[in-house]
């Protein structure tokens, strides 16, 4: 019972921190500081945790990852690629409906904090056509931007998961990959299906010229995500040599001087992203170095609840506290490596009770720009997302029995 003291003090501090707006990087460094202060100060703890996170492959193999993430959304923002796709999009296919989805879906492809932002003014575009109220269009916003956190192999919380939980990155993507489709596809009958527009409305007309320009557009913007994609689950190779190549070809493609990527990799050295995975991961290695892992295992283990359903817990609540897919995955997966290291099927049970968590999370920096954007009443939009989210936790529970 101490052990789970002395970690609810510290999830408490760290919540208390974040909801003070404190920096990720610094509230775990800080949840470090005062986990090691409770276990007894011992400064071979210390030592020992420091010299692992600077020293081992998968920091190094996350940090750099992402730095090539942030270098391909310099490459296809600055390229008017985005923008390029959005017209294009609107021409080809001449279904607001589907623009709806699409647009956030595609912008929530690239890991930004906050980034709902960029696609809410798309909705705001692709929603003129019909009736939709401001909660709606919040709704639809973040639904879709994040119906990618069980398979995008450049997210952040992905990552943290398979370094955490010793599961290949590629067994994670292709056992939660179905959770994406789902996902997509309830939205879809929930918020889009039934959608109808007011009269007077048509679609935009486009020339030959307009399609090939269009067709060019697409392909620099998906091809990059599928290649890396392919790279990571077909031909396992590691994120972070993955997104490098990728970032290499657009590099060739795009045609990019000297200055243009001094540019795009000082832009890329994002301080307080590359921070907050280091702290993450100091936080994790602290967490085993005072013992505090196996300590709670040894006390779950002897309770008479299976771990699916304590550590799903612990993934709930620790998503709608943090409101971070890194956040929910720093606290929980540990303890999936202690309890049942390897296990697929936790992990993914986790994930879902964790994103649920941190979909209704009030911490949720997607849900508060959207909010804010929109000017939508926080409950109301929170309904139907509860509401899907419900489902997935009942069908991730159900596929996992049968």
Same mark, same amino acid.
């Given at each position: 019972?101490?052990? %789970?003291?002395?970690?609810? %003090?510290?999830?408490?501090? %760290?919540?208390?921190?974040?909801?003070?707006?404190?920096?990720?990087?610094?509230?775990?460094?800080?949840?470090?500081?005062?986990?090691?202060?409770?276990?007894? $100060?011992?400064?071979?703890?210390?030592?020992?945790?420091?010299?692992?996170?600077? @020293? *081992?492959?998968?920091?190094?193999?996350?940090? $750099?990852?992402?730095?090539?993430?942030?270098?391909?959304?310099?490459?296809?923002?600055?390229?008017?690629?985005?923008?390029?796709?959005?017209?294009?999009?609107?021409?080809?296919?001449?279904?607001?409906? %589907?623009?709806?989805?699409?647009?956030?879906?595609?912008?929530?492809?690239?890991?930004?904090?906050?980034?709902?932002?960029?696609?809410?003014?798309?909705?705001?575009?692709?929603?003129?056509?019909?009736?939709?109220?401001?909660? #709606?269009?919040?709704?639809?916003?973040?639904?879709?931007?994040?119906?990618?956190?069980?398979?995008?192999?450049?997210?952040?919380?992905?990552? +943290?998961?398979?370094?955490?939980? #010793?599961?290949? $990155? *590629?067994?994670?993507?292709?056992?939660?990959?179905?959770?994406?489709?789902?996902?997509?596809?309830?939205?879809?009958?929930?918020?889009?299906?039934?959608?109808?527009?007011?009269?007077?409305?048509?679609?935009?007309?486009?020339?030959?010229?307009? @399609?090939?320009?269009?067709?060019?557009?697409?392909?620099?913007?998906?091809?990059?995500?599928?290649?890396?994609?392919?790279?990571?689950?077909?031909?396992?190779?590691?994120?972070?040599?993955?997104?490098?190549?990728?970032?290499?070809?657009?590099?060739?493609?795009?045609?990019?001087?000297?200055?243009?990527?001094?540019?795009?990799?000082?832009?890329?050295?994002?301080?307080?992203?590359?921070?907050?995975?280091?702290?993450? +991961?100091?936080?994790?290695?602290?967490?085993?170095?005072?013992? #505090?892992?196996?300590?709670?295992?040894?006390?779950?283990?002897? +309770?008479?609840? *299976?771990?699916?359903?304590?550590?799903?817990?612990?993934?709930?609540?620790?998503?709608?506290?943090?409101?971070?897919?890194?956040?929910?995955?720093?606290?929980?997966?540990?303890?999936?490596?202690?309890?049942?290291?390897?296990?697929?099927?936790?992990?993914?049970?986790?994930?879902?009770?964790?994103?649920?968590?941190?979909? $209704? *999370?009030?911490?949720?920096?997607?849900?508060?720009?959207?909010?804010?954007?929109?000017?939508?009443?926080?409950?109301?939009?929170?309904?139907?997302?509860?509401?899907?989210?419900?489902?997935?936790?009942?069908?991730?529970?159900?596929?996992?029995?049968?």
């Amino acid at each position: 019972m101490l052990a %789970i003291l002395k970690v609810l %003090i510290t999830l408490a501090i %760290i919540v208390l921190l974040l909801n003070r707006k404190v920096k990720m990087g610094n509230a775990m460094l800080v949840g470090a500081s005062v986990l090691w202060v409770l276990s007894g $100060l011992n400064l071979l703890h210390i030592k020992t945790a420091v010299l692992t996170t600077i @020293t *081992s492959h998968s920091t190094w193999e996350i940090v $750099l990852a992402l730095y090539f993430v942030m270098c391909l959304e310099y490459q296809l923002r600055i390229g008017g690629i985005v923008d390029g796709l959005m017209s294009t999009a609107r021409r080809i296919l001449r279904s607001e409906r %589907i623009l709806l989805a699409l647009m956030p879906a595609f912008l929530g492809f690239l890991p930004s904090l906050g980034g709902a932002i960029f696609s809410a003014p798309l909705v705001e575009s692709a929603s003129k056509p019909y009736q939709l109220t401001a909660e #709606a269009k919040t709704a639809v916003n973040y639904w879709f931007r994040h119906i990618w956190e069980f398979t995008n192999p450049i997210f952040t919380g992905m990552l +943290l998961a398979s370094q955490l939980s #010793a599961i290949p $990155l *590629s067994a994670l993507i292709a056992n939660m990959a179905w959770l994406t489709a789902f996902a997509t596809i309830i939205g879809w009958l929930f918020f889009l299906s039934a959608l109808k527009k007011q009269q007077g409305t048509t679609a935009p007309t486009s020339t030959t010229d307009d @399609t090939e320009r269009g067709y060019y557009y697409i392909t620099l913007a998906a091809g990059p995500i599928l290649v890396n994609f392919v790279l990571v689950v077909f031909f396992k190779l590691a994120a972070s040599i993955s997104m490098a190549l990728v970032v290499a070809a657009m590099v060739l493609i795009l045609r990019q001087g000297v200055p243009d990527i001094r540019a795009m990799l000082s832009h890329a050295f994002d301080r307080k992203l590359l921070w907050g995975i280091i702290a993450i +991961l100091f936080f994790q290695n602290i967490l085993r170095q005072t013992g #505090a892992i196996e300590d709670i295992a040894v006390l779950l283990n002897s +309770l008479a609840v *299976s771990n699916a359903i304590v550590i799903g817990a612990i993934a709930f609540v620790s998503g709608i506290l943090t409101g971070t897919s890194q956040g929910f995955v720093a606290i929980t997966f540990p303890f999936i490596a202690v309890l049942s290291p390897g296990n697929v099927t936790l992990a993914m049970i986790c994930f879902v009770l964790g994103t649920a968590g941190q979909m $209704l *999370s009030p911490a949720h920096l997607c849900l508060l720009v959207t909010l804010d954007y929109f000017k939508a009443d926080f409950l109301k939009t929170l309904r139907p997302i509860a509401f899907l989210e419900l489902i997935m936790v009942a069908a991730v529970y159900f596929v996992v029995t049968i």
